[in-house]
């Protein structure tokens, strides 16, 4: 019932700065309680009469809708009792005023046929909806003939409420020879006081606006002049009921036998009752030196707190039951427990909970069923069932904690939804004894509501375990990041002396400092401390000549439900060209619950002085390498429950005492598989091209690639979550990351940020970035391409495909001296094609201030090609070992204002589309279409963004939404969902 909502009148939200976090309001005006419109003095002589306001906003009228009723203003005879009707809300005037009185021949002689009636109409302008609870009045009828012997009351149709009858009800006669007792005649204090609740109607929400005409219908007399009053007339609204949560009805005192016991009602509204079967009734009383439950509990239930005094309980034999209940010899006894709703609220039922002693193994009860009886309010049929044990014997006087707490849970019902008006009769059935005399005893009934369903364990997501301090132990105990996950890291030498194998480095605080494992996960300890170590001379004291140091890690689940196990990950260091390490291999071994072989292989650059890839110091934790391998290549990563796996990580060969340093171990698992396909865009609004996070010689399958050229692309990243293509160390052919927009008109901007490009100097040509639409580098007619490239210090931009106007193939555009063009932001680049005008510009950000400069604008040749496009493709194809380029970002918009804003989105579901974004100051607005209201997720960690909470809720879709006040960062992208769906 009501399954309408109040109106809200405002909606409050609050941004909440740093917290990622919004103060979400709603707020309601106060709800109208109380008197709604009433009057307590009938002086018109003809109706309608203009009811009092008791709240602002709601009007009416007490209407007399043909005649028939008369005004009576003589002696004073209007109700003198100060309520309206039977209730206790608000004040009647109690001086006998004028009242309204109708007999039978005044009605008839008035030309109306049938019952008399009269209408009362509430009107609500207030602003807000109001939960009607009741229509009240007072009646007097003279004699046992008069009118409204019976009433009865209806909704008319066409109002704001549910139409029909609302209730029905009599009307004592105050008549000195009444069979109601001797009451003084014609005195106000003598009419009676009728309340009518509208509480079981469907929908008794009057909203604003609306309005509501009640009925009021007396039956006829049987005298003709026999006369019935009326005064007192209101409507009242309480405020809305709510759901029950905890204890609905309870019993913890069974003190009275009898056919049956009444509960307590904790929740308002609610009534229950005990039920003991039989012609005489089957269970006695048991109250004899206090042997109730004491454990203050309503069986296993923390809800609630049962006396917890040995009270009176109610106690059961097989031959009693037997002799009183009339069933059968050797029949199960039974009892039942009705639970009644009247709160105009709907309850979630959510427990069964009871107390029980058997005093034997022979004792009634050792099993026991519940059930749900036909014609209740909830799901019918059998709940569950279970066992009882059984106790030491007959119980010492107060000894009641040696009660069962029995709770069964109703989650599991199809329907545990007991709306107002219905009932549910429980039915809890007891095994016969085995023996006439060996009793059970049963204590502290209850019936709770309003619970959260217990969630099904789920998957791990993040880390499952890890480990970031390598004390000086051949084994290690892992952290567990997921309840039930376990695991070990293991020297393979076995071996607990530096000389001999892994050594343990405590001194100076030589551990990893970056706060992370791997590349992946934050959350490990950023301070330097404990790390293993290993170099070549002293591994080959305890390992054969030349062989690879190894460690192992195992994984145990010992938990209910299986991990998709998606990373392993560790940090290394290595000092010197000669350390260990300078190329790695994860294996899994055979035996474990997931795919045994090698996983993956990567190389680890050292950190020493004179190394070609970067100058770091020395022996400081920052200058750990982080690396990561994915998992999602095994065929089996399933660890299910009670399975394990153990992973082998050999490092390759070094030479004499150079070292290699690990720390920061985890497995994780949850995780979606990071493809370059996100450099895919199925919308050019606004798109963040996703990281990788991969370091090392991972390939991967590209979308659109055969498997032959996907082992031409390698990715890895720079250690900070940074998509990298790279050329280190490695020479060959090289990889496409195709995109797929399919535009066939418009201008669209794409942005390639570099955090970093390391290119030697050359007389020739360093291409840093090849970048054509249709996706394919052989220049043909409806091709377009550009590169970026180095030749000495100087930046080059240019074309090269021959299909351009002007110009021929490969023609270069010299720019400023590259070195200038290269700062922590790196080289910005925006490229942009013009489908409705046949154009291609090219600009470049030479200041890093977000003012970009116009570089190319250019036509196509031939107005008959390039009519789409259906692809496009980034590559390089002329680095030279130790070259590197980083990719720290690619955006795409149909506006330059968005792709410099650095606030890109990415619509991650197909109905929600977010364009035409907007930087105003600390303002981040939009356009949103999308079928639903949204939520909006804000991230300035470009690459911990798996996770978060979002920093608006409930955003309804628009032009020029605001997504974000505090947009003050310098880089931040925003992820918009239907609201309410989980974070993808």
Request: charged share 15%.
């Amino acid at each position: 019932m009501n399954n309408k909502q109040l109106t809200p009148v405002c909606v409050a939200r609050g941004f909440v700065p740093f917290l990622l976090a919004v103060s979400f309001a709603l707020t309601l005006s106060a709800n109208p309680t109380g008197v709604l419109v009433s009057t307590d003095d009938l002086g018109v002589q003809v109706g309608p009469i203009t009811l009092d306001s008791g709240v602002t906003g709601f009007t009416g009228t007490l209407n007399e809708p043909v005649s028939g009723w008369e005004y009576w203003d003589g002696g004073g005879l209007g109700s003198t009792d100060g309520t309206f009707g039977a209730s206790s809300v608000g004040s009647a005037d109690t001086t006998a005023n004028s009242t309204w009185l109708v007999n039978q021949v005044k009605w008839e002689n008035a030309g109306n046929t049938g019952n008399p009636y009269l209408t009362l109409t509430l009107n609500n302008t207030s602003g807000s909806s109001a939960f009607l609870d009741a229509f009240h009045f007072d009646a007097y009828r003279a004699f046992p003939s008069s009118v409204g012997e019976t009433w009865t009351l209806e909704v008319l149709s066409g109002g704001g409420i549910t139409a029909g009858v609302v209730a029905s009800g009599t009307i004592l006669n105050n008549s000195a020879d009444g069979t109601t007792g001797q009451l003084s005649a014609n005195t106000g204090a003598d009419y009676r006081d009728i309340s009518a609740s509208l509480l079981a109607l469907d929908d008794n929400i009057l909203e604003d606006g609306a309005s509501v005409t009640f009925k009021l219908i007396l039956s006829e007399g049987t005298n003709g002049s026999s006369q019935t009053r009326v005064d007192n007339f209101a409507v009242t609204a309480i405020d809305p009921p709510q759901p029950p949560v905890g204890l609905v009805v309870s019993l913890d005192d069974l003190s009275t036998e009898g056919a049956s016991l009444d509960m307590d009602s904790d929740a308002s509204g609610f009534t229950g009752t005990l039920g003991n079967p039989g012609a005489t009734p089957g269970w006695s009383l048991y109250s004899q030196n206090g042997f109730g439950s004491v454990d203050a509990g309503f069986g296993a239930s923390t809800v609630g707190i049962a006396d917890s005094t040995a009270n009176a309980t109610w106690q059961l034999h097989q031959v009693s039951w037997q002799n009183r209940s009339g069933e059968g010899e050797g029949s199960d006894p039974y009892l039942t427990l009705t639970v009644t709703n009247s709160s105009g609220a709907t309850a979630e039922l959510d427990g069964f909970h009871f107390d029980a002693y058997r005093s034997f193994g022979a004792s009634v009860g050792a099993t026991y069923t519940l059930e749900v009886l036909t014609g209740s309010g909830i799901s019918e049929g059998e709940v569950a069932s279970g066992t009882i044990a059984a106790g030491p014997g007959n119980l010492a006087a107060d000894t009641g904690g040696d009660y069962e707490d029995i709770s069964v849970e109703l989650f599991d019902l199809a329907d545990r939804s007991l709306e107002s008006g219905a009932s549910v009769t429980f039915k809890l059935t007891f095994s016969a004894a085995t023996s006439d005399y060996a009793p059970i005893r049963i204590d502290n009934f209850a019936v709770t509501a309003g619970a959260t369903p217990p969630q099904a364990p789920q998957p791990p997501v993040g880390l499952v375990v890890s480990i970031d301090n390598l004390a000086n132990d051949s084994s290690l105990a892992l952290e567990s990041g997921a309840e039930g996950f376990s695991g070990t890291l293991d020297k393979v030498s076995g071996q607990d002396n530096p000389s001999q194998g892994w050594g343990n480095w405590d001194g100076g605080g030589l551990g990893s400092t970056d706060g992370t494992f791997g590349t992946s996960t934050s959350g490990a300890d950023a301070s330097a401390n404990s790390t293993w170590f290993v170099n070549q001379n002293n591994w080959e004291r305890d390992n054969e000549a030349g062989s690879n140091p190894s460690v192992t890690m195992t994984v145990s689940n010992n938990s209910t439900v299986s991990a998709e196990l998606d990373g392993f990950h560790f940090d290394a260091y290595r000092a010197f060209p000669s350390s260990p390490g300078g190329s790695w291999t994860l294996s899994v071994q055979a035996g474990g619950g997931i795919s045994a072989g090698v996983v993956s292989s990567g190389t680890i650059a050292h950190n020493s002085a004179d190394g070609t890839e970067r100058q770091l110091p020395a022996n400081t934790g920052a200058d750990y390498r982080d690396v990561t391998a994915f998992l999602f290549n095994l065929a089996d990563r399933t660890l299910a429950s009670g399975e394990s796996a153990t992973f082998e990580l050999s490092f390759s060969a070094g030479t004499g005492s150079s070292q290699i340093r690990i720390d920061n171990f985890a497995v994780t698992a949850g995780g979606v598989q990071p493809v370059p396909g996100q450099f895919s865009f199925d919308d050019p609004d606004g798109n963040l091209v996703g990281a990788l996070s991969n370091e090392g010689s991972v390939f991967y399958t590209l979308p659109g690639l055969t498997s032959s050229q996907a082992t031409m692309a390698t990715y890895a990243t720079n250690g900070s979550g940074q998509a990298v293509y790279t050329r280190v160390g490695e020479s060959g052919p090289s990889g496409n990351a195709p995109i797929s927009p399919s535009w066939t008109s418009g201008k669209y901007y794409i942005r390639y940020d570099f955090s970093g490009t390391s290119l030697s100097t050359s007389g020739s040509e360093k291409r840093f970035l090849e970048f054509a639409f249709k996706g394919v580098v052989t220049p043909t007619p409806d091709r377009i391409g550009f590169r970026l490239a180095r030749f000495n210090d100087r930046l080059s931009i240019y074309t090269f495909e021959s299909n351009v106007e002007y110009g021929t193939d490969q023609v270069n555009h010299s720019h400023p001296a590259y070195s200038t063009l290269i700062d922590s932001d790196g080289i910005s680049v925006v490229f942009a094609i013009d489908l409705d005008n046949r154009l291609f510009e090219l600009y470049t950000d030479d200041n890093f201030s977000g003012t970009y400069t116009l570089r190319e604008s250019q036509s196509f040749l031939d107005a008959s090609t390039l009519t789409e496009v259906s692809a496009m493709s980034l590559w390089d194809n002329s680095l030279s070992i130790g070259d590197t380029v980083t990719i720290e970002q690619v955006l795409i918009s149909d506006t330059m204002a968005d792709v410099i804003s650095g606030s890109p989105i990415i619509p991650t579901v197909s109905d929600v589309v977010v364009k035409d974004s907007a930087l105003s100051g600390n303002v981040f607005s939009a356009t949103i279409t999308s079928s639903t209201n949204v939520d909006v997720y804000k991230f300035t960690d470009l690459e911990a963004w798996y996770d978060g909470q979002p920093v608006v809720t409930d955003l309804a879709p628009g032009s020029g939404v605001s997504l974000d006040t505090s947009a003050s960062q310098s880089k931040a992208f925003y992820i918009v969902i239907p609201e309410g769906n989980p974070f993808p």
